[in-house]
């Protein structure tokens, strides 16, 4: 891999980090959108709509709902123009929470469009792996 290749790598992943921390865990998903996301955010998710409006009211109302909520970056891969975070997501700090697997693609150095899947943290597993 050539070192621009490399540092792109970085870049795309610094800019999803920021963008996943500001919008979520400081509570500002307006200021994420304006920052990160690109004019033609398209959204994978069934309960977001298009666009930033679409994502900023999402992230809005679930913080709202989920006051609590906080959401523990465990792992950033990125190949490409993907990048993708594997989180642990807690709605509240007893809770054991779930797995998120949070996937986006970016261009020109905004987010274009994100897909998420999300596994609750069962209380017992037939390993002893563990989730993260």
């Given at each position: ?59 809005s ?8 909520l ?47 899947a ?15």
């Open positions: 891999m050539s070192e621009q290749a490399a540092a792109q790598l970085q870049a795309n992943k610094t800019i999803v980090t920021a963008f996943y921390e500001l919008a979520f865990n400081e509570r500002q998903p307006q200021l994420a959108a304006q920052r990160y996301l690109a004019t033609d955010y398209r959204q994978h998710n069934a309960e977001v709509a298009d666009g930033s409006d679409g994502f900023v009211q999402f992230a109302a679930f913080a709202q709902a989920h006051p609590q906080q959401l523990q970056i465990k792992r950033v891969l990125a190949e490409a123009d993907f990048v993708v975070l594997h989180v642990h997501a807690r709605l509240t700090p007893d809770e054991r929470g779930a797995v998120v697997i949070d996937i986006f693609r970016l261009q020109h150095g905004r987010i274009v469009e994100h897909w998420d999300v596994q609750p943290i069962p209380q017992q597993s037939m390993n002893s792996s563990g989730p993260f």
